[in-house]
């Protein structure tokens, strides 16, 4: 996938939907992601989810970011993915809400850069899209291991990594580490979208 535009939107729960996707895509956006899906709620075929893939041809390029850490999940969701159009299938290790890090899922995962390595082996070897990787610098201050993950991320064939500059605890708030993001910039041959 070659993007003319550094402009890309990421997935935002209960945001990006596909009017306001359409919208950005109108001022320039030129890659937009679906809000993080649950490969758990996808493969039971939960209505709400079957909602967020909603798309259209003006929809594209479009990336589809699925959250999880089953591997029997991840592999049922690819599968039901397959009659979606989309252009790149993004895992999420970077979700800090607590129902989600408490399950290993998201932010959780940079607990477990082994792990995290080999879910994304799989993902890599069972999707037909490229795979990319969303990560943050790390748990906690006392544990950045933002240039770890992407390597092992890297390492397990992912094409692209976005990171978010802040750790778990952090949240949404707080200072960007921009230190940490050059250190993975400079560390990794794939393209890095902070």
């Excluded at 890659?31 to 259209?56: D, Q």
């Amino acid at each position: 996938l070659k993007l003319k535009s550094n402009l890309i939107l990421a997935p935002m729960a209960g945001i990006s939907d596909l009017p306001f996707r359409l919208l950005n895509h109108r001022f320039g956006c030129e890659l937009a992601f679906i809000e993080m899906i649950n490969v758990r709620s996808l493969s039971y075929k939960m209505p709400k989810t079957k909602k967020m893939l909603l798309s259209s041809d003006e929809d594209r390029p479009l990336g589809i970011q699925i959250l999880g850490s089953e591997e029997e999940f991840i592999l049922k969701a690819i599968n039901i993915l397959g009659a979606y159009k989309y252009d790149i299938l993004d895992f999420n290790a970077a979700c800090p809400v607590r129902k989600v890090t408490r399950r290993g899922e998201g932010a959780g995962l940079l607990k477990a850069p082994k792990k995290l390595h080999k879910l994304l082996k799989i993902i890599v070897k069972n999707s037909s899209k490229p795979v990319t990787v969303k990560i943050r610098t790390g748990w906690n201050k006392a544990s950045i291991n933002a240039k770890e993950a992407a390597l092992a991320s890297q390492d397990a064939g992912a094409s692209a990594l976005f990171i978010h500059g802040r750790d778990k605890e952090q949240g949404y708030s707080g200072e960007v580490d921009y230190k940490v993001i050059a250190g993975v910039k400079k560390a990794l041959d794939i393209p890095l979208i902070a």
